[in-house]
């Protein structure tokens, strides 16, 4: 199972489970991970989904960009368990914790 986790901001510690893709963003109907405090967040700004070697990220259009290393997102681009990324000002990873069933 993976999840992903807030790193700073009023949500710090917040994880949103997901299995294969997860939609980021400000409004909780369109986006699995909502961060509804960040209001440079777009209502539907990314998505994260798993590949066989690590992840994809993919910035949806919004307003104020995706970033990985400072480099706001052009294109979809390859991103590693653990990696922050930047959506708005709330800074995100992915991580991959065992299932505890």
């Known amino acids: 199972m993976f999840v992903l986790e807030a790193m700073n901001g009023p949500l710090d510690g917040k994880r949103w489970p997901f299995s294969s893709e997860i939609t980021v963003g400000r409004d909780g109907a369109v986006a699995q991970a909502a961060l509804p405090t960040d209001r440079f967040v777009s ?5 994260v989904r798993s590949l066989d070697d690590g992840f994809e990220l993919v910035d949806l259009g919004s307003s104020n960009g995706t970033h ?14 653990a990696q922050p990324f930047l ?11 065992p299932d505890t069933d």
């Open 68 to 81: 990985v290393d400072g480099v706001a997102l052009a294109q979809p681009v390859r991103i590693d368990v």
């Open 43 to 47: 209502r539907h700004h990314a998505v």
């Open 87 to 97: 959506v708005g000002r709330t800074l995100l990873c992915v991580l991959d914790v």
